[in-house]
Structure formats: C-alpha cells, structure tokens
C-alpha cells in the first residue's frame, strides 16, 4: 500500500466513525461492503477492507462471516469498585457488586493443582520447586453479568497453607464461592495486606475470544496478592475489556479490619 493509499483508507475509516456518531448508523445497522466501499471511493478493495478493520478493532463495528460489518452495541461504562475486605461482608465479591449494579452476577470455573511458574513464585514468596509436585491450587474463572462475560481471572494458592482444609476448593464444599478473604480466615489466615498492579495491554486472541470481544481489544489487567501476617496467600491475574469498566479504589482511612 502507498502512502495515498494508507492515508486514504484512515479517511474512510473516519468518515465512517463520524457516521456512526452522528447516528446515521445505528446499533445492528449494516455498514457498506467492502465493494460498495471501494465503489463508492474509488479505491481497492484491499483500502476499503483495511478502512472496515480499524471500526473493528476499536469495538465500533462487528463482522459476521458471509453476513457483513454491523454498528457494535457501544458498552455503557460501569465502576468496579476495588475496595479493601470488609469483615462483615460475606459470600463473592463479584456477585456483590453485580448485585449492586442490578445485574446478575455468574461464573464458570476450573480448578487443578499444578506447580507455580516463576512469576507466581515470586509472588507467593514459594521457594524452589521440588521435582514436579504441584505446589498451588490454580483455578481459571470467566465471569459473567447478565449472561454476557465481563471478567477473566486465573488465581493461585499455596497447598501448603489450604491441602487438607475445606476451603482447598475455592468453588466446591462448604465454603465454595465465598471470596478468598473469607475462606482464608476459615482456616486461621486472616488478609491484614492486599496490593494490586493495575495496567493496560491488546487482549490476547483467547481472552478476546472469551470475552466476546474483537481481536485486539484493549484490556485493563489487574495484578492482585493477597497477604495473611506477612506472607502472601493468594495470587492473581485478572483481566476486563477497557471498555466495560472503570477501576474505583475505595478503602476506609486507618481501617484495620
């Protein structure tokens, strides 16, 4: 491609955004084909179809093999409240701020013992594994509001602080779904400390898939541990679409709780 050409296709790419803004096209309308689109601009068909690709990466447009490219429901932004544990507040925290937002709140999971990678190591404060015994609790979450998946969650857990207790299981037994610092203090680890690392990168093709959104959403990461007493009890890597929530850091001044 030229560089006529290269800034063409932004030209149209533009044009069709101003469209969609205005409300000319609409949630679920169709957009111009890719001929039509080249027909009309006088240009390749290739320009037309770069010009279709940058609506979707932006999550403004969506296309349906053999269908077409239609308007993309725009998200309304929600705040995920990010707020230090409260003693008296039971049951899953997700499932709590859902509630709060009026939505319903439900999640698939999978859990496996494993043994930690490095990163999870050094997070977890574990030292050198031993052989190839697992040494954490690794569970994979997709959460979901309203049916539709808005959260990514892989969380891992010392065996030698819950193997042979009945939180093991984080959503099996009695304990099952009651949010880490709950079950934690079930078995005498208290969370007195918690820090999270917030950042931002593209989505990976699976979390993408996963989350029902285009390849190359941008999504918000969440670097999150857990400490009980000085030692760190749980670890997690949590991922959300940038365009769903805003992160709302909320804690009580001298709160000891």
Request: hydrophobic share 35%.
């Amino acid at each position: 491609m030229d560089y006529g050409e290269r800034h063409l296709y932004l030209r149209i790419a533009d044009e069709l955004k101003s469209r969609i803004m205005s409300g000319e096209f609409n949630e679920g309308d169709k957009l111009p084909s890719i001929p039509e689109l080249a027909r009309t601009k006088g240009t390749s068909r290739s320009t037309a179809a770069d010009a279709i690709g940058v609506l979707v990466a932006e999550g403004l447009a969506v296309s349906r093999s053999g269908s077409g490219t239609y308007v993309r429901r725009k998200p309304q932004l929600q705040r995920l409240v990010r707020a230090w544990y409260r003693g008296n507040r039971s049951g899953s925290p997700f499932a709590a701020e859902m509630e709060a937002q009026g939505r319903r709140a439900a999640w698939d999971y999978t859990s496996r013992t494993a043994q930690a990678p490095a990163p999870i190591r050094e997070r977890l404060g574990l030292g050198q594994p031993a052989g190839d015994v697992p040494d954490v609790l690794r569970t994979d979450y997709v959460f979901s509001a309203d049916g539709q998946p808005v959260m990514l969650s892989t969380s891992w857990e010392p065996l030698d602080i819950t193997r042979g207790t009945p939180v093991v299981m984080p959503e099996e037994g009695p304990h099952a779904g009651r949010g880490v610092a709950e079950r934690m203090l079930v078995i005498g680890h208290p969370i007195d400390d918690w820090r999270e690392t917030v950042g931002a990168r593209l989505g990976t093709a699976e979390e993408c898939a996963k989350l029902a959104h285009p390849q190359g959403s941008v999504m918000l990461t969440i670097e999150r541990v857990y400490e009980s007493r000085g030692r760190a009890v749980e670890t997690a890597d949590i991922v959300l679409p940038a365009d769903l929530y805003l992160l709302e850091y909320s804690a009580r001044m001298g709160a000891s709780e």
